[in-house]
């Protein structure tokens, strides 16, 4: 009998919907109990305290990629899991992981001992993926996981949606399959991972992504900034400063907005009370980034 405690592994480019899958995820009745490693490039995580109401346990390791740290902060949260408790366990890296070195990092910690890897889950975002399929790094990516989850198709025509898949399906992914907002069918998951066997074959490709990406966290508590504004900010910082990802909360009056931003789209949504007035901003000249910055594109002061 395998009393071994399930985990899954969730990666994807940055702004792709791994948050929103870990979301829903974990409100399945599979993953009733489940546990939460949350991984930020970023020193603060702005995800945190959204998934922290809906799982009594959320781990946060920020500042740095999981699998190109020592990865002795991850294990010792797995081990201290698995001390608390039998429920599964869903490790979500940060936008520029590696899978396969993520995996390593658990081989090097026995952590298969107590482990069962049930899934390895890659995301991504079908509103960014090139028509002629992935890039190169996205492709290593995605080639390395059991299953291929396509989110905000919603944002594609039907023809596009369908090229798409069936491109991605050229490049030789074999389970790819459909996910609205974080939501598709679990019976499309297999039980049983095979990305060790995957590993054994294949060496890991060099992170080049951390090293030449940066990141600020911007306070802008007490900045009113509307939806339209935002907006213009984004693509006036992602032009100047090479972004890559921003997202967090602003205030505009009374209501809080929401934001998730890539290069290609932006997405403000109403957000919570209880979100931290910050925006984390990604890329190669993010950490030029400060509060200063964001008041002079927003119009608050003016040089």
Same mark, same amino acid.
């Given at each position: 009998?395998?009393?071994?405690?399930a985990?899954y592994? @969730?990666?994807?480019? $940055?702004?792709?919907?791994?948050? =929103?899958?870990?979301?829903?995820?974990?409100?399945?009745?599979?993953?009733?109990?489940?546990?939460?490693?949350?991984?930020?490039?970023a020193?603060?995580?702005?995800?945190?305290?959204? $998934?922290?109401?809906?799982?009594?346990e959320? %781990?946060?390791?920020?500042?740095e990629?999981?699998?190109? *740290?020592?990865?002795?902060?991850?294990?010792?949260?797995?081990?201290?899991?698995?001390? *608390?408790?039998?429920?599964?366990?869903?490790i979500?890296? =940060?936008g520029?992981?590696?899978t396969?070195?993520?995996?390593?990092?658990?081989?090097?910690?026995?952590?298969?001992?107590?482990?069962?890897?049930?899934? *390895?889950?890659?995301? @991504?975002?079908?509103?960014?993926?090139?028509?002629?399929?992935? %890039?190169?790094?996205? $492709?290593?990516e995605?080639?390395?996981?059991?299953? #291929?989850?396509?989110?905000?198709?919603?944002?594609?025509?039907?023809?596009?949606?369908?090229?798409?898949?069936?491109?991605?399906?050229?490049? /030789?992914?074999?389970?790819?399959?459909?996910?609205?907002?974080?939501?598709? +069918?679990?019976?499309?998951?297999?039980?049983?991972?095979q990305?060790?066997?995957?590993?054994? $074959?294949?060496?890991?490709?060099?992170?080049? %992504?951390?090293?030449?990406?940066?990141y600020s966290? #911007?306070? @802008?508590? /007490?900045?009113?900034?509307s939806?339209?504004?935002?907006?213009?900010?984004? @693509?006036?910082?992602?032009?100047?400063?090479?972004?890559?990802?921003m997202?967090?909360?602003?205030?505009? /009056?009374?209501?809080?907005?929401?934001?998730?931003?890539?290069?290609?789209?932006?997405? #403000? =949504?109403? /957000?919570?009370? +209880?979100?931290?007035?910050?925006?984390? #901003?990604?890329?190669?000249?993010?950490?030029?980034?400060?509060? %200063?910055?964001?008041?002079?594109e927003?119009?608050?002061?003016k040089?």
């Amino acid at each position: 009998m395998n009393d071994k405690i399930a985990l899954y592994l @969730v990666n994807g480019a $940055l702004g792709a919907g791994k948050t =929103t899958l870990v979301d829903f995820l974990v409100q399945q009745p599979e993953f009733t109990g489940a546990r939460v490693i949350e991984n930020e490039f970023a020193s603060e995580s702005i995800d945190s305290c959204t $998934l922290a109401q809906r799982v009594d346990e959320v %781990a946060t390791i920020t500042g740095e990629c999981i699998c190109c *740290s020592s990865g002795e902060e991850l294990i010792d949260i797995l081990h201290d899991f698995a001390i *608390s408790g039998r429920a599964p366990v869903i490790i979500e890296s =940060t936008g520029v992981a590696n899978t396969l070195r993520v995996v390593e990092k658990l081989l090097a910690g026995d952590i298969f001992e107590q482990y069962d890897l049930k899934q *390895s889950l890659y995301v @991504v975002d079908g509103a960014e993926a090139r028509v002629d399929g992935l %890039a190169e790094t996205l $492709l290593a990516e995605a080639q390395a996981a059991d299953t #291929v989850l396509i989110s905000k198709l919603d944002l594609l025509a039907e023809n596009d949606r369908q090229q798409l898949i069936e491109t991605l399906l050229q490049q /030789g992914l074999t389970n790819v399959v459909n996910m609205d907002h974080g939501k598709f +069918d679990l019976a499309q998951l297999d039980d049983k991972s095979q990305t060790l066997d995957y590993l054994l $074959l294949h060496e890991p490709a060099e992170n080049a %992504a951390e090293n030449t990406l940066s990141y600020s966290v #911007v306070d @802008v508590a /007490g900045l009113a900034i509307s939806a339209g504004k935002i907006e213009k900010i984004w @693509v006036s910082l992602r032009d100047k400063y090479a972004l890559r990802r921003m997202k967090g909360a602003v205030a505009d /009056g009374d209501e809080i907005l929401h934001i998730e931003a890539t290069p290609q789209q932006i997405r #403000v =949504t109403r /957000g919570t009370t +209880d979100e931290p007035l910050k925006l984390v #901003v990604i890329g190669e000249r993010a950490r030029e980034i400060t509060r %200063a910055v964001i008041m002079k594109e927003s119009g608050w002061w003016k040089v």
